[in-house]
């Protein structure tokens, strides 16, 4: 097994294009609430802070490059966060819409989906019998039809429309197919170590939450790719902490945030971003674990620093 490192890397997803407003009052939407809440978590100890969009009006998702200038400066400006922006945006957009941002922005870190699956949040719909936003409700139940596409071709685009930027990516792998498509991308030259792996659990149409998966994902990903890549894990909802504590113990990095859970607790709705992050900043510790700096986390994963990209 790939050699255990001494520092766990914390990532924050602050808002995805999952969840929607009515589901918890705390999931920010506004630039305005997204810069906070980054900021925040920023503050409590995320050293990565993964980014998308919403339309500030309804909180509906967005890859609109210009809603993303409005929160991108203002958290650079407060933090030394590595910014990792979304190339997934939401199944329902065009690769084109998906890339726009990181294509204008260059960030240090970009996510990079690795396989098309089916994506489904509809049975969130059946909790709520009103709603804040007319387009919540219909954009839940018509998940049961979402096919999220990342084939080979868009793949392979989107590695090639970033090349020259110096962004990194965080592969996000939600079944144990995707680590095999990575690694095609791997023998085809179009990914170079040190990789970062984004094992996601527990979302419908991927990958179970269940602790044998974790390590078959863990001992998979050490066949392909040896001591090339650096490891992370994130979970869907109730299980977000759990598998989070497994994958730190297997000497993973961890990925908290409101993106992938609206829960701190059994039953209680988090208050904010930076309340997972204390969470999981606590649980480390008492399994005898640091947590990474920034610049820790961009020496380990080859990031070309926050100077150089375009915001």
Same mark, same amino acid.
């Given at each position: 097994?790939?050699?255990?490192? &001494? ?21 920010? $939407?506004?630039? %305005? ?64 819409? &998906?890339?726009? @941002? ?22 969130? !719909? %059946? ?11 219909? $954009?839940?139940?018509a998940s049961e039809a979402f096919i999220? &596409? ?8 989107? =590695?090639?429309?970033?090349?020259? #930027?110096?962004?990194? #990516?965080?592969?996000?792998? =939600? ?8 690694? $095609? #991308? ?29 390590? #078959?994902?863990?001992?998979? @990903? ?6 090339? =890549? ?32 609206? =829960?701190? !607790?059994?039953?209680?709705?988090? %208050? ?23 610049? %820790?986390? &961009? ?13």
């Amino acid at each position: 097994m790939k050699q255990i490192q &001494r520092k766990v890397i914390v990532s924050c997803a602050i808002t995805g294009a999952i969840h929607t407003p009515t589901l918890s009052k705390a999931l920010p $939407y506004t630039p %305005e609430d997204i810069a906070r809440q980054a900021i925040d978590a920023a503050d409590a100890g995320a050293a990565i802070l993964h980014l998308h969009a919403r339309n500030p009006h309804d909180g509906s998702p967005t890859g609109d490059p210009d809603v993303f200038a409005q929160f991108l400066p203002a958290i650079k400006e407060r933090t030394s966060a590595v910014i990792n922006l979304t190339t997934g945006g939401s199944p329902e957009m065009t690769v084109e819409a &998906r890339l726009a @941002a990181a294509l204008r922005f260059q960030p240090e870190m970009c996510s990079l989906n690795m396989g098309s699956m089916n994506f489904a949040m509809h049975p969130m !719909a %059946e909790k709520v019998s009103t709603w804040r936003f007319p387009w919540e409700k219909d $954009y839940l139940l018509a998940s049961e039809a979402f096919i999220f &596409r990342n084939t080979f071709r868009d793949i392979a685009r989107i =590695y090639q429309m970033m090349a020259d #930027f110096g962004t990194r #990516f965080e592969h996000e792998c =939600y079944d144990i197919g995707h680590l095999y498509n990575l690694a $095609y #991308f791997l023998d085809r030259g179009l990914v170079k170590a040190p990789i970062f792996i984004q094992s996601v659990f527990g979302i419908l149409g991927g990958i179970g939450a269940d602790p044998d998966n974790v390590l #078959f994902m863990r001992r998979t @990903a050490d066949r392909l790719f040896g001591d090339d =890549y650096i490891w992370s894990v994130l979970a869907g909802g109730r299980h977000q902490m759990p598998v989070a504590s497994q994958a730190a113990l297997m000497g993973g990095n961890v990925r908290v945030g409101l993106e992938d859970s609206l =829960y701190i !607790a059994k039953g209680k709705l988090a %208050e904010s971003n930076a309340q997972q992050v204390s969470k999981i900043r606590r649980v480390l510790s008492e399994l005898s674990l640091e947590v990474a700096t920034p610049d %820790e986390a &961009r020496d380990l994963l080859a990031l070309k620093g926050a100077d150089n990209v375009k915001f």
